[in-house]
């Protein structure tokens, strides 16, 4: 069975590889400083006991008040997956940095967050809108854009007491 | 005298409607002469936004969605998704219907494989006949899925906690008309193409990628192995008790287009022999557990894959105890296989291109979604 690191044993390995580079840890998670991150996946990268060399899943996550990135990166030798995430709090003009230098892999997943978030990666050599258009309005999956007008949301109708989900804390996109 | 002759770059489009392409999906391709000198990847054509959709809909409703990503491999796409809803809920599979998930899903890499493999043969100018015969013998393996499930490309059949019927009495007799069909049809594909000279100067050297690059790239799957990682979950994160099967994993050593199509042919082989280990053990019991409709996993995130015909495909799924996912992500195989497109086609030929494309096995539901 491939090993789910923890969120202590990957932050203990990222502090290990480049010291301060961990911004908080939760049970499955280790949160990187943006500042850090390209740094330390490239340390984690080569070194032996670590041994991350896949990364595997790339994504975005829309949380109202910030945006994560969730990177889930694997080593074959080793057998184990460790997921890392980095925060960003700008929903204007969300930054975090691009692991395209580091895994080659991340060119295309990072163009699609790029694509469905917004999320800018400031490193990647070519970010566009790989999915949608160019001048698409608005990124469809922040929890702010209604994919029908009113916030409608069709499948969940019929289920009783389900509230919707949060008032809106950002302006909406219709 | 002599006579130079200039040649100037030129911006050849390959697809968006063009056969070779499996879809509707389009290379710019700058090409100088015969040689393609830059490639750009133009996708997006049919995207359906499948992950918002499926953040609106309640975690049952979500199974016909994955149906139509991969609709090559509707099981294996179905049994992603389920069993990344049955990790975020602890939800626990009997044993029959386990076994019942690890035929589907390689009956499912059988067709999925007859199809690439015609399709790659057609690419690189076997026309019509290896598909042809690529496609009697799948005709059989959906045959099975419209008896068991009703419909023979978009399945539907994995539920959560798992299957959504039990197998048909004739269900049995069928499979083992397959394990005994396959295996000339397979020598016969062997023997048409791999020896062939015009197939072998097509593909071999073509595409070549290092076990390096192709982990760097992200891939996995057929071009994983193909350039020698021997990297499977189903030997290195068994799902689905794939752990009690005995198989072997097929590994190429150039890492061309040539291997990328051995290792799917060798990987047939496996595959029966798996389905043949598990239609002699099926258990008795029931085939699925009870788990209500309006499912409400409990907050947390879950992140499950599976060795799909493509390779990896993963499903993120993030819940806040809501009735529908509060975040829904695919890692689809074939979209993180392309990345290393341009690498592989710059400073081949035009025709090359199309041969790497056809070597990827794209499904263009799947890039999209």
């Known amino acids: 069975m491939t090993r789910e690191l923890s969120g202590p044993e990957v932050a203990a390995l990222a502090e290990a590889a480049v010291p301060g580079s961990v911004a908080k840890t939760t049970e499955t998670a280790c949160y990187l400083k943006p500042e850090h991150l390209v740094q330390t996946l490239e340390a984690l990268k080569t070194s032996p006991e670590a041994d991350?060399?896949?990364?595997?899943?790339?994504?975005?996550?829309?949380?109202?008040?910030?945006?994560?990135?969730?990177?889930?990166?694997?080593?074959f030798v080793q057998n184990h997956i460790a997921l890392f995430k980095v925060e960003t709090w700008d929903r204007e003009k969300p930054e975090v940095p691009s692991v395209t230098p580091v895994f080659h892999g991340a060119w295309m997943q990072e163009n699609e967050t790029y694509d469905l978030y917004g999320i800018k990666f400031p490193g990647h050599p070519n970010l566009y809108r790989i999915l949608l258009w160019e001048g698409y309005p608005g990124w469809p999956l922040r929890k702010d854009f209604l994919s029908m007008p009113g916030g409608l949301q069709p499948g969940l109708g019929e289920f009783a007491g389900v509230a919707p989900r949060q008032e809106p804390p950002v302006k909406v996109i219709e | 005298m002599t006579q130079t002759i200039k040649s100037e770059p030129f911006i050849l489009n390959i697809g968006p409607q063009h056969p070779s392409t499996h879809g509707v999906f389009r290379i710019k391709a700058t090409v100088d002469g015969e040689k393609v000198i830059e490639a750009e990847m133009v996708m997006g054509y049919l995207h359906r936004s499948m992950e918002k959709l499926a953040e609106e809909r309640t975690y049952t409703q979500?199974?016909?969605?994955?149906?139509?990503?991969?609709?090559?491999?509707?099981?294996?796409?179905?049994?992603?998704?389920?069993?990344a809803v049955e990790k975020l809920a602890s939800i626990e599979v009997p044993a029959r219907g386990n076994a019942i998930r690890v035929i589907m899903s390689e009956l499912q890499r059988l067709a999925s494989h007859c199809m690439a493999i015609g399709a790659f043969a057609n690419d690189t100018g076997a026309w019509q006949t290896p598909v042809m015969w690529a496609f009697r013998e799948r005709e059989k393996i959906l045959d099975i899925f419209e008896v068991t499930s009703g419909a023979r490309l978009t399945c539907n059949y994995m539920r959560i906690g798992g299957v959504a019927f039990d197998l048909r009495p004739q269900f049995e007799?069928?499979?083992?008309?397959?394990?005994?069909?396959f295996p000339p049809f397979l020598q016969e594909m062997e023997d048409l193409l791999s020896?062939?000279?015009i197939f072998l100067s097509r593909?071999?050297?073509?595409?070549?990628?290092?076990?390096?690059?192709?982990?760097?790239?992200s891939l996995s799957g057929p071009m994983l192995r193909g350039s020698g990682v021997a990297w499977d979950l189903r030997k290195a994160d068994?799902?689905?008790?794939?752990?009690?099967?005995?198989?072997?994993?097929?590994?190429?050593?150039?890492?061309?287009?040539?291997?990328?199509?051995?290792?799917?042919?060798?990987?047939?082989r496996q595959s029966l022999h798996i389905i043949q280990q598990a239609l002699d053990g099926l258990p008795s019991g029931p085939h699925s557990t009870q788990v209500p409709l309006a499912l409400r996993p409990p907050k947390g995130e879950a992140y499950a894959r599976i060795e799909s015909p493509r390779g990896e495909l993963g499903y993120y799924l993030v819940s806040d105890e809501g009735p529908a996912p509060y975040r829904f992500h695919i890692r689809p195989p074939s979209f993180i296989n392309l990345s290393a497109l341009r690498e592989m086609t710059v400073g081949g030929?035009?025709?090359?291109?199309?041969?790497?494309?056809?070597?990827i096995d794209i499904v263009v539901g799947e890039i999209d979604r």
């Open chain 1, 52 to 75: 991350l060399v896949h990364l595997t899943n790339l994504c975005g996550v829309d949380f109202w008040d910030h945006m994560e990135v969730v990177y889930h990166i694997q080593s």
């Open chain 2, 62 to 83: 979500n199974i016909p969605f994955t149906d139509r990503t991969d609709y090559l491999s509707s099981m294996s796409n179905n049994l992603g998704y389920c069993l």
């Open chain 2, 173 to 181: 007799p069928m499979v083992r008309k397959v394990l005994n069909d």
């Open chain 2, 195 to 197: 020896g062939n000279e």
């Open chain 2, 203 to 217: 593909t071999r050297g073509v595409g070549v990628l290092s076990p390096e690059m192709a982990t760097n790239a």
């Open chain 2, 238 to 268: 068994p799902y689905c008790g794939y752990e009690q099967y005995d198989f072997d994993i097929p590994i190429g050593y150039q890492g061309d287009s040539f291997d990328r199509f051995i290792v799917r042919l060798e990987e047939m």
């Open chain 2, 349 to 359: 030929t035009v025709a090359d291109a199309i041969v790497v494309l056809g070597s």
